[in-house]
């Protein structure tokens, strides 16, 4: 039976691989573009995106050679999203290493001396702009190598079709109502905004990939089957699940595992489901206290312990981890009307660690 | 024989009812993102692009009905990269309104009262980069929609290819060595480099039209043959005769007429090919004196003067005249190689009134 360490690590060596031998990047100019093109792709991350993919295909029979090219273009796709994410959030840490707007800021700085600061920031973003630009571009050319390991060109048209056509259009307009988001006073957000924009901007990506997973097995892209519905429930609950977790990760969270500070989500005044939740079950006075934490210049012991206890105590953190619990468990029982073998069981357990995940 | 005038309205009529007909932007949300992604499309331009490739298939004996889809796809191509260039060099006009992302920004201030200036600026900045995002793919999106035509797979998967993996990369790479001119001194940057940018910025585009239009009246797509080199070689005369009209008109153009100030290459600091000839014909001297006239705070009447005698004087003016004369002819004579009939008359009339323009 496939061991989950060693199975992530196969795909993370088989997405490395791709993403170090293809061809595309040696194309751009100047070679500082085309470094950064492959600098977040090559950074690692928890590659969730290509596992689903890979392992998805395997359940259903196909091969998982045919199928990489596919996990890259995912990944890729998924990274291209992150370089213009952190220019909008202004977030200068991605996986532990610099923002890559933050990176080519920086070469500016170390390679036109004498520009101004407003200049190297300006070059950074630029450049950053161009990156994800370009590895949109480079997805779909991942996806289309397909076509050289024999995936019929009609399944491999329908698939770009699908990733530039519906995926692109749902997680750009999730990642466009993020943005909003910070626009708007939290209290005024709905709950159900909240889940369209995860839907969009967390579960599109999910949703390709264990649908494109399908459809290389199957060797045909089936978007209004049974099957697809399935796995288009399973995605939601998956992006759903991961985002609440997320939302406790954020409160509740060691500060040295998370890889957020504690008490960024009020800092930044994000309408998250957890604060929703509190929103609905405090009364005036409860409401008040919780919108006088957001947007603090500091989140020290005392304003966490403040914030912990205001979220618990009316019982909003418990129907959340109730809520991720329920959304565990309906995630799992549909991988669960899927072939039962050993691929499904990998999934079953690395679905339900990412969604319960602690870190 | 087809008039230009009532045949380039065609094309203009032809583009803008896909535009509003195609259902792609009413997926996307909020409406704000949507109504963004439609607008520069919409707002009209002279459709270039699109002419040399519906053409093009005409003049190869193809159907220009078959072909509106990818002629609509490059324009959305073309697009995309203008919302982008416009965050990048801090353009605030567009065709004669105001750029994405100060309409974005407008957009902020009215509805989000009480918000900084620079949260206004924010908000245009980041859903202008999300506009660009989906632009680019709703241009793979409509190039795959000549599939609903006829068009056979094969093909359309191929000119997929062509357009996310040679022409974004080339198109992007361009625009990325012209964003790093900006940051170098331009007595630095070589000929031989601003003709890189050129042909990637501005003839990667043409070619992918001209080709595209071939490739679909011929029924498939050939880039290693004769006649896509005869093309190549057409579309890098077409862009670099373009780009040394557009230095002289920045020099010598009347003010009222042509869109940008009189002068704003040297505010900007470009390394034109006019700035780079007349640097290689002038003493010393001359070369300390023109360089004085970059990065000046205002460019009146008297500068401009002082600038056109700086680069006629030494010839330099006369020799980019020359060398634009000599293009026009290149990419004309090119042009007679192509089957004999109406529409390459219509293209070689088309294509030199655009090289040589005078506005």
């Known amino acids: 039976m496939p061991e989950l360490t060693a199975e992530l690590q196969n795909v993370a060596d088989l ?3 791709f993403i170090e031998h293809d061809f595309f990047p040696a194309g751009i100019c100047p070679s ?3 470094e950064a093109v492959v600098a977040y792709p090559s950074r690692g991350g928890k590659r969730i995106r290509p596992a689903l993919l890979l392992w998805t295909c395997a359940m259903f029979g196909g091969k998982i050679r045919e199928a990489v090219p596919a996990a890259a273009a995912v990944e890729i796709y998924h990274n291209w999203t992150l370089v ?15 923002a890559q707007h933050i990176m080519l800021r920086d070469y500016a700085k170390k390679n036109f001396p004498g520009i101004s600061q407003a200049n190297q920031e300006a070059f950074g973003t630029s450049f950053a702009i161009l990156t994800g630009d370009i590895q949109q571009g480079w997805a779909i050319h991942a996806l289309c190598s397909m076509l050289d390991l024999g995936v019929a060109p009609d399944l491999v048209l329908r698939l770009v079709r699908a990733m530039q056509s519906d995926l692109n259009r749902a997680l750009i307009s999730g990642e466009a109502l ?3 988001f910070e626009y708007r006073n939290p209290a005024d957000v709905s709950e159900e905004d909240v889940l369209r924009m995860i839907d969009g901007k967390t579960g599109a990506l999910v949703n390709f990939s264990v649908q494109t997973g399908a459809a290389i097995a199957h060797g045909r892209y089936e978007p209004h089957s049974d099957l697809y519905a399935t796995l288009h429930d399973f995605s939601r609950d998956f992006a759903r699940a991961f985002q609440l977790q997320d939302d406790l990760l954020g409160i509740y969270g060691e500060p040295k595992k998370f890889g957020k500070p504690i008490g960024s989500d009020f800092q ?3 309408p998250t489901l957890l604060y929703l939740e509190a929103m609905k079950r405090l009364d005036e006075d409860g409401r008040a206290r919780l919108n006088s934490m957001l947007r603090l210049p ?3 012991e005392a304003e966490i312990n403040t914030l912990r206890s205001l979220l618990s105590d009316c019982g909003a953190a418990d129907a959340v981890r109730a809520k991720n619990d329920e959304l565990v468990r309906s995630a799992v029982s549909i991988l669960r009307t899927c072939p039962d073998n050993e691929w499904r069981d990998l999934l079953v357990e690395f679905s339900t660690k990412i969604m319960s995940r602690t870190v």
């Open 15 to 17: 997405i490395t691989r």
């Open 84 to 98: 213009h994410d952190d220019i909008i959030d202004r977030d200068e840490i991605r996986r532990g290493a610099p």
């Open 268 to 270: 930044e005044a994000k």
């Open 298 to 300: 500091f989140y020290g």
């Open 32 to 34: 500082v573009l085309s």
């Open 178 to 180: 993020d943005v909003e």
